[in-house]
């Protein structure tokens, strides 16, 4: 049988798997990747998968993590930004690890699309990037909706769907 702490070692490893693609690309990109401390326009309030909430909370648990006041900033603003910086950096959620990346993605047609920050790429040839130079957003984000959907068939606390996001903020109200 499947445990909640079986599928969270799942979500581990893939957010592992995650953190080496974006090093990988970090490095190929360090001449144009301009994120550094105190970049924080990224930083937002998301919302995120059961899975990722779970695990997050667990993790900052075990650390013994005494959240802050939020600082009064942008509404739209992530609760765990403190002087422009992370305190959750090594929790932070998948969504964040990627951010200021070249990520390409599927739209609403079809197509494949490239996002990336405004901030950095200023001087780069959109079409020097390639499937192997950009972080396949689509590819990831379906092994974490399906990790997702193995999560909350085993988890007893609440019942969530498969599309139900929650609020990073909220675990403020957990810690």
């Not at 445990?3 to 144009?32: A, F, M, P, W």
């Not at 079809?110 to 950095?120: F, P, R, T, V």
């Amino acid at each position: 049988m499947t445990t909640v702490s079986d599928v969270q070692k799942k979500y581990y490893s893939l957010r592992n798997n995650i953190d080496k693609v974006v090093h990988k690309l970090e490095t190929e990109h360090k001449k144009q990747m301009l994120c550094k401390s105190g970049c924080d326009l990224c930083c937002m309030d998301y919302n995120i998968f059961p899975v990722e909430y779970y695990s997050i909370l667990n993790e900052l648990k075990i650390a013994g993590f005494v959240p802050e006041k939020p600082e009064i900033g942008e509404n739209n603003s992530c609760v765990f930004l403190k002087n422009h910086k992370c305190t959750i950096y090594q929790s932070r959620p998948i969504i964040c690890r990627t951010h200021g990346l070249p990520l390409l993605f599927a739209n609403e047609e079809g197509e494949w699309e490239l996002s990336a920050c405004e901030l950095n790429f200023t001087e780069f040839d959109f079409e020097d990037f390639t499937f192997d130079n950009t972080f396949p957003q689509d590819k990831f984000n379906s092994k974490l909706f399906l990790i997702n959907k193995d999560f909350i068939q085993n988890f007893r606390e609440k019942e969530y769907s498969e599309f139900d996001l929650i609020p990073l903020k909220n675990l403020l109200t957990e810690l």
